[in-house]
């Protein structure tokens, strides 16, 4: 039986964190992960491949993704990037309506596939519960997490553009990454012809666009926009390239791939959990590892089922839940609707390189007192970008219709520019909108399968309904032609930001978690990654994860120094 000061489960965005931090603070730390080793570099095959050089222009077969990738392929599943994806035998689950679950299953979970933007939260959202009376008030405010924002995006390198707005509060920042002539063209056009307060900026993405960041010899973004594949510069943040690094520097670190996390163990007479029940991936044997602290960062549905699977006497219904929210209140952003449009002229203009990133247009509805009356709770932004696609029509591919010299000087044309931009919306906090786990259909590891039942409701509806209104209007004032909307009925999942299912707040008989992430009935464990949110704003939630897994982190050891916990 091993023992360590702190076991982390879970090695992405959120179990990054925890192990950075607690090892730098002297504390022996193991962090297990479900899936493979992945290591910065070596395990990056396609990272310098072309279209050519892989089959099918890298697209999978559709007979690939119908057996293996069903589930998975209602995302951005390539030959360029599958090795970072899990087929659907390897973690079935069920759903009672549809839900899109991407699982980040290796060394690195979901940081090495992440959109990367990175965005505060203003009070805006942390008093939106307590205002509208959806869910629960959470237990802190921007200026408890405020110091912890600007701890993480020195660390992490955060590019963006100061607005000076109070409901997006601006980061520490490195020089932002620029528009290009018609997303600046659609900027002035919101200045000029808007006054709500709507503006256009680029996004915030954590990208080194200057100098070098701690890690493994972390670099300036290339702008080859080949992110998902693993970047071997660590020019975008991952926790492979950046926070384990930093945490296996100190020599605390222990990392143990392959680790399934079956349950966390729990002492009655002491009241505190002792460590934790691993599965091994690959032998299926058993093993306890015992620490004094357990942060469980393995994603909101895979933190909440552990909690769920460890019961004992004193937890029948799981460890944490004798509030019975476990599970419950699941989030995510509602998105893959939008509009798209042409415009004529700027034909000697271009841009360089390849931005791995785009334009975002914040909030501008329910933000304060002068705010339009609109007839749905919170708000959403934008994101999207302006391009030229080629000049080279279908026709100059028949032989009939060119070839020789014509067709060599057409394929090297650029064609129109061209604008998209799809809504991004606040899912509120539905209490019924949950999983359960399934007793009667055991995995491969003899643990109980996953079922959902969520979905977006009426709020959702109409805030999708008013986002293609203003997308078009906004395009068409701009002088935008052949103006289309687009949605794609995305699920609740399809966003790859489920929250909520295990939420802090100041009622034990309400809520899971108290103001640092502690469980409220076992003060030794913690709990930091999207699961622990109360709700969900419309922003990227990934810098809210980071900065509260900070926060909770130190907090656990300056209460471990004073044998608090």
């Known amino acids: 039986m091993e023992k360590y000061d702190a076991i982390v489960v879970g090695s992405g965005i959120s179990g990054g964190w925890a192990a950075k931090e607690l090892c730098e603070n002297g504390l022996k730390t193991l962090v297990l992960e479900r899936g493979r080793m992945v290591k910065h570099v070596e395990d990056y095959p396609t990272m310098n491949l072309d279209k050519w050089d892989v089959k099918h222009g890298g697209a999978t077969p559709k007979k690939i993704l119908d057996k293996h990738y069903d589930k998975q392929k209602r995302w951005g599943v390539s030959e360029f990037n599958r090795h970072f994806y899990n087929t659907d035998s390897e973690h079935d689950y069920d759903e009672i309506k549809t839900f899109d679950w991407i699982r980040g299953k290796q060394v690195g979970g979901r940081s090495l596939i992440w959109g990367r933007q990175t965005y505060r939260w203003s009070d805006l959202d942390f008093e939106a519960n307590a205002k509208d009376g959806y869910g629960v008030d959470w237990p802190i405010r921007y ?18 553009e100061r ?6 509060p601006d980061s520490e920042f490195l020089k932002p990454m620029e528009l290009n002539c018609i997303e600046n063209h659609l900027r002035k056009s919101l200045e000029k012809n808007f006054k709500d307060g709507r ?6 993405v954590a990208h080194i666009t200057e100098g070098r960041k701690a890690g493994a010899g972390r670099a300036s973004c290339q702008y080859r926009n080949r992110c998902s594949r693993g970047c071997p510069f660590g020019a975008y943040f991952s ?10 520097s100190t020599r605390n670190l222990t990392l143990k ?20 029940r691993v599965i091994d991936a690959i032998t299926k044997e058993e093993t306890i590892y015992n620490s004094k602290i357990i942060f469980l960062c393995a994603s909101a549905v895979a933190s909440a089922t552990i909690l769920m699977q460890s019961k004992s006497e004193a937890f029948p219904n799981g460890m944490g839940n004798s509030s019975g929210e476990l599970g419950h209140n699941i989030m995510d952003h509602q998105l893959g609707a939008g509009v798209s449009g042409t415009i004529d002229g700027y034909l000697d203009r271009y841009y360089i390189g390849r931005r791995p990133n785009g334009i975002y247009i914040p909030r501008f509805r329910n933000v304060n007192k002068k705010s339009e009356k609109v007839n749905f709770l919170r708000g959403y932004g934008y994101q999207g970008g302006a391009y030229r696609g080629s000049g080279w029509g279908w026709q100059e591919s028949v032989p009939e219709y060119s070839y020789g010299k014509d067709l060599k000087e057409n394929i090297l044309k650029p064609g129109g520019w061209a604008f998209g931009m799809g809504g991004f919306g606040e899912v509120l906090p ?8 399934n007793y009667d259909k055991l995995d491969q590891y003899g643990l109980p399968t996953i079922v959902f039942d969520a979905e977006f409701k009426e709020n959702e509806r109409l805030m999708k309904e008013d986002w293609l209104i203003q997308g078009q209007e906004m395009l068409e004032t701009a002088g935008f032609k052949n103006i289309k909307v687009f949605d794609g009925k995305a699920p609740i999942g399809r966003g790859i930001h489920e929250m909520g299912t295990a939420r802090m707040g100041y009622d034990p008989k309400t809520s899971v978690l108290n103001r640092n992430n502690q469980l409220h009935e076992v003060s030794n464990v ?22 509260l897994t900070a926060r909770a982190a130190n907090f656990a050891v300056g209460e471990l120094k004073k044998q608090n916990i």
């Open 143 to 160: 200026k408890d997490i405020a110091p912890w924002y600007s701890h993480v995006e020195k660390f992490i390198g955060v590019s963006g």
């Open 163 to 168: 607005l000076k707005i109070p409901h997006l």
């Open 199 to 204: 503006l256009l900026t680029v996004g915030r």
């Open 239 to 248: 926790s492979v390239s950046s926070t384990l690094p930093a945490a296996e």
């Open 257 to 276: 791939a392959n680790s399934i996390v079956a349950e966390v163990l729990y002492d009655k007479d002491k009241k505190k959990a002792t460590g934790v």
């Open 430 to 437: 539905y209490h019924e909108n949950h999983f359960f786990l």
């Open 526 to 547: 913690f709990v930091t990654d999207g699961a622990c949110m109360t709700s969900a704003a419309n922003q990227n939630p990934s810098l809210t994860y980071m900065a």
